[in-house]
């Protein structure tokens, strides 16, 4: 069965320093990966996609990255953390080429901004 | 661009009773799905229910069941016999059929179940 992993759970990080958030997959090929966002009390922004390795889509322009270096491998990555950037991260990933099936998501990483 | 709405940000039910959440959308698409997440305090995202726009029959997953309007662009929840762990936010959630695939989210509406 396939599952993903997300971590880590929780992160306290100060202004300005870097930050790596990973996720992975198993026991799935080619899926598609996702990271979205959740801020307090609010929904989920959709942040990166990737239907590929190395392909990735943007949807919201702001100081995060993310890379996909191998296939069931999603990083979201920044250079120098901004308040703003506290909240709750979430990876998902769904079959490729498949719209009727549904999105499965990680457990969620929990970033605080000091 | 396609918006979710939420128009319920808190709901409360009797355990036991029958509950309905209401969710809207705006789509110039004809071929679309729909979805209901549901996330508890421990914050995973659980998909509850989805539906074909191209079904003109609602989807119904054991307790939860839909009301697809899809005329009027509305996609409801409705969670019977309700117990105290479907306590969490639901989450409406729309998908293109074609094309990257991303999902559009509404705001939630967060479900109370009193004992």
């Known amino acids: 069965s396939q599952t993903i992993h997300q971590w880590p759970a929780t992160l306290v990080q100060p202004v300005g320093s870097p930050l790596s958030l990973e996720c992975t997959v198993e026991g799935t090929s080619n899926p598609n990966l996702y990271w979205y966002r959740q801020a307090a009390g609010r929904g989920l922004q959709l942040l990166f996609y990737?239907?590929?390795?190395?392909?990735i889509s943007s949807e919201v322009p702001q100081n995060l990255s993310a890379s996909r270096p191998q296939d069931r491998q999603f990083i979201l990555s920044s250079k120098k953390l901004l308040l703003s950037d506290s909240g709750f991260y979430l990876c998902a990933w769904s079959v490729s080429d498949s719209s009727n099936q549904p999105q499965h998501f990680g457990d969620g990483t929990r970033l605080s901004i000091l | 661009a396609q918006t979710v709405t939420q128009s319920q940000p808190e709901m409360s039910v009797q355990e036991a009773e029958t509950v309905t959440l209401s969710c809207t959308y705006d789509t110039s698409e004809s071929d679309y799905y729909l979805f209901w997440y549901k996330q508890p305090p421990s914050r995973q995202m659980i998909l509850v229910i989805r539906q074909e726009a191209y079904k003109q029959q609602n989807a119904t997953e054991n307790r939860f069941s839909v009301n697809f309007q899809k005329a009027a662009k509305s996609f409801s929840l409705k969670i019977s016999d309700s117990q105290l762990g479907d306590a969490a936010m639901y989450f409406c959630?729309?998908?293109?059929?074609?094309?990257?695939?991303?999902?559009?989210f509404g705001t939630g509406t967060r479900l109370t179940i009193i004992p």
């Open positions: 990737s239907v590929g390795i190395g392909q």
């Open positions: 959630a729309y998908r293109y059929n074609f094309g990257n695939e991303k999902l559009t």
